[in-house]
């Protein structure tokens, strides 16, 4: 299996549609599981959970993966747990507030910040963050088929395609 990697401007057609695409397959996906893993870093996981990877480690079908980014839970525009609370609240937190909820919008922004919306109106927001050394703030996953990336530093898309 070979990988191709594409790298693609926010204002292309292809990519505009591709995400279109995947907000549209990831309506009424269940999160199946989330949690923390190192410091504020994020895993999500919707749909059926099964092993894929090299390593077939357990996902969902839909893994969304936010790291070194500032992110908010909000419901009703109160704010219920963010980036810079302290670890042990986050691992005590996020799996109650949004484990079973059924997504609603998966909005990709030009800038490469993403907003996540729930049927019950609970809403993650990942805000595109520059850090220096790193390029991404989140990365979704569809199996092991393909991946997409937010922004870089050059402001552009990465999406890798297994073929």
């Not at 989140?138 to 297994?162: G, I, P, Q, T």
Request: with cysteine; charged share 35%.
């Amino acid at each position: 299996m070979t990988q191709l990697t594409l790298r693609l401007r926010p204002n292309e057609k292809s990519l505009r549609e591709f995400l279109k695409d995947i907000s549209l397959q990831l309506r009424g996906k269940r999160l199946s599981r989330v949690r923390r893993s190192i410091g504020s870093v994020l895993l999500f996981d919707f749909g059926e959970l099964g092993k894929f990877g090299k390593k077939k480690r357990l996902f969902g079908e839909w893994h969304l993966l936010v790291l070194m980014a500032s992110w908010i839970i909000v419901k009703k525009q109160k704010v219920l747990l963010s980036s810079e609370e302290p670890p042990s609240k986050i691992d005590e937190m996020i799996s109650p507030l949004l484990k079973g909820r059924e997504t609603k919008t998966f909005i990709f922004r030009r800038s490469g910040s993403l907003e996540l919306t729930f049927t019950d109106g609970t809403k993650l927001n990942v805000k595109k963050t520059r850090i220096k050394n790193y390029r991404e703030n989140w990365s979704l996953f569809c199996r092991d088929v393909w991946s997409v990336s937010n922004a870089d530093e050059n402001d552009m898309y990465r999406v890798d395609l297994k073929i």
